[in-house]
């Protein structure tokens, strides 16, 4: 069952902690996104990846960081920097990084208490 | 910059064509228009995805005028459960960056 996925769906954490939410994708896609959504806005870019270890910044990569280690894996910290880290977070991924579609996972809404 | 603007938010009627247009300033000529449907808590799902003039697939259309600068997806025959919001996306290339443009997204209601 090919796909992209995230986890976990939910996630609290405590201020001042880094957290590492997960994104896997079977879908041999070689281009994977991360995205923040805060409520009842749009998707803003936070990093996107076009192949296995190379990744940029998006519009908003501060207080984040990410890897590429492997083609179907796009982990993304939230680091104790980012000053407003509760968010709805997508990830996403293309089969190339330009004029494809771009699948979605399920997202993860975190939560910092 | 680039940069797509929507309107907040549409009604309709179940049956009614819905038109979304998303205007996308100093998009450049390599760019391509997508769009994609949101249910709350939920990631975005695509909808359809052009690069000029019409583009029509078995759930929506596509409309790019020649200078495109803008595009609307037109929804015939709404449902219920097409109640959602929708975004325009934007692809641009600069120099030796990617430049993802997402629309502030269109809440559209659909009413009985």
């Known amino acids: 069952d090919g796909g992209i996925t995230q986890s976990p769906k939910y996630l609290f954490r405590k201020e001042g902690q880094n957290v590492t939410l997960s994104c896997e994708q079977n879908?041999?896609?070689?281009?994977m996104y991360w995205y923040r959504q805060d409520p009842g806005q749009g998707l803003r870019l936070i990093y996107y990846?076009?192949?296995?270890?190379?990744?940029q910044k998006g519009d908003i990569a501060e207080g984040y960081s990410v890897s590429r280690e492997k083609k179907e894996s796009f982990p993304l910290t939230v680091t104790s920097a980012q000053k407003n880290p509760t968010a709805f977070y997508l990830c996403?991924?293309?089969?190339?990084?330009?004029?494809?579609?771009?699948?979605f996972g399920p997202g993860t809404r975190l939560t910092v208490l | 910059l680039a940069k797509t603007t929507q309107p907040i938010s549409m009604d309709s009627y179940e049956g009614q064509e819905v038109n979304i247009t998303c205007s996308h300033n100093?998009?450049?000529?390599?760019?391509?228009i997508t769009w994609y449907q949101q249910f709350p808590s939920q990631g975005p799902r695509f909808i359809i995805q052009?690069?000029?003039t019409k583009v029509t697939n078995e759930v929506a259309s596509l409309f790019i005028p020649a200078d495109r600068k803008s595009s609307t997806l037109s929804l015939p025959r709404v449902s219920l459960s097409d109640t959602a919001v929708y975004y325009c996306?934007?692809?641009?290339?600069?120099?030796?960056?990617?430049?993802?443009?997402f629309g502030s997204g269109t809440r559209l209601l659909v009413r009985p």
């Open positions: 996403a991924s293309s089969i190339r990084l330009e004029g494809n579609e771009q699948f």
């Open positions: 879908l041999n896609h070689d281009a």
């Open positions: 990846s076009q192949i296995v270890n190379d990744f």
């Open positions: 100093n998009i450049a000529t390599n760019d391509y």
């Open positions: 052009g690069y000029k």
């Open positions: 996306l934007v692809g641009l290339r600069m120099d030796s960056s990617y430049k993802l443009i």
